[in-house]
């Protein structure tokens, strides 16, 4: 697995000079400097949809749990997510375990994680489903309308057969093998799986509470279609402004073509293509497709990175004093 996400970040990070080979990057860097300090608006802008996502993590947590400490928690989660080759997975773990060093049962800190990851799987299909009707209603194709209607018929299945797994087998055992073999660095979560049937019964019956779920669904939507905002602003500082419902379109198709080519780090490569092809069908020149995915990027890094120093400042901290209790 190790190998493949290497092959496929050399893949993808060709991809994306490719790109920006061909479409100049003189003309790249003359669109971001017209935005110039404009962009640095996107990073405390992120902090609105996480915090709604955020909400919908919190209904799914019996306990009572600190707005602030899940917000600290998501952007670590999502910062390992985003910046880190570990396929959309590791930043869960790591996630489970800061939960329950919060203070929350470990049991409990897994299950709502991983009810959170497949509610998140049916908040972005909704999410690609309004995006593609914006995408439908701005060009017109109908030659387009069959193919995203197919796509999203095909996927469905996929989805539908995660929730059942959750509800009826052994969801988290799975995950956790998987994570730990790709990863190797979060053995925290290790405790959270000690009692397998325990930890099936909690989410068994996170899933049948549909009115948690559904509340949860609405603040994750809510999030996806905030975070189109980001899209928005960033092509009016460039020079492009475009509708709302281009913004949705675009940040909603971009975020289904990450998630689905996971293994890609980070999605370089792949936000790139699919920001300049879907941006193609909007009028929106590859040049200002390439410099919005690089807005979006420097985005990352600068929300990002402060999040993995604050993770390993916590590892640190806590391995400080495991030391100390050993000498002591």
């Known amino acids: 697995m190790k190998i493949a996400v290497r092959i496929a970040f050399l893949a993808g990070l060709g991809v994306m000079i490719a790109l920006i080979v061909r479409d100049g990057s003189r003309q790249i860097l003359a669109l971001l400097s017209h935005a110039s300090w404009l962009l640095l608006w996107l990073v405390p802008l992120h902090a609105l949809p996480l915090l709604l996502d955020v909400g919908g993590w919190r209904v799914l947590i019996q306990a009572r749990t600190r707005v602030a400490t899940l917000f600290r928690i998501a952007c670590i989660r999502e910062a390992i997510n985003r910046l880190l080759p570990v396929a959309n997975i590791g930043g869960e773990l790591v996630g489970i375990g800061l939960l329950a060093r919060a203070g929350v049962d470990a049991t409990e800190a897994a299950s709502s994680v991983v009810v959170e990851m497949l509610m998140t799987l049916m908040s972005q299909y909704v999410f690609v489903v309004l995006g593609a009707i914006c995408l439908v209603h701005l060009t017109g194709e109908v030659a387009l309308t069959g193919d995203l209607a197919l796509l999203l018929a095909a996927s469905l299945p996929v989805i539908l057969l995660l929730l059942v797994l959750a509800r009826y087998g052994a969801a988290f055992g799975w995950l956790r093998r998987q994570g730990e073999r790709m990863l190797g660095f979060a053995p925290q979560a290790r405790g959270a799986a000690a009692d397998g049937l325990d930890l099936d019964t909690r989410i068994r019956n996170l899933c049948r509470d549909h009115g948690r779920l559904v509340t949860a669904g609405f ?74 995915s690089l807005a979006k990027r420097m985005r990352e890094i600068l929300f990002g990175v402060p999040a993995l120093i604050a993770w390993q400042w916590i590892e640190g901290r806590r391995g400080f004093r495991q030391i100390r209790s050993r000498a002591g």
Do not use: M, Y
């Open 219 to 292: 603040w994750q939507v809510a999030g996806l279609i905030c975070g189109s905002a980001e899209t928005w602003f960033a092509l009016r500082w460039l020079g492009h402004p475009v509708g709302i419902d281009a913004a949705i379109a675009l940040e909603s198709l971009t975020q289904a073509a990450r998630s689905f080519i996971f293994v890609v780090p980070a999605g370089l490569g792949v936000q790139e293509a699919t920001l300049v092809g879907v941006g193609q069908l909007l009028g929106i020149d590859s040049g200002t497709a390439l410099a919005l």
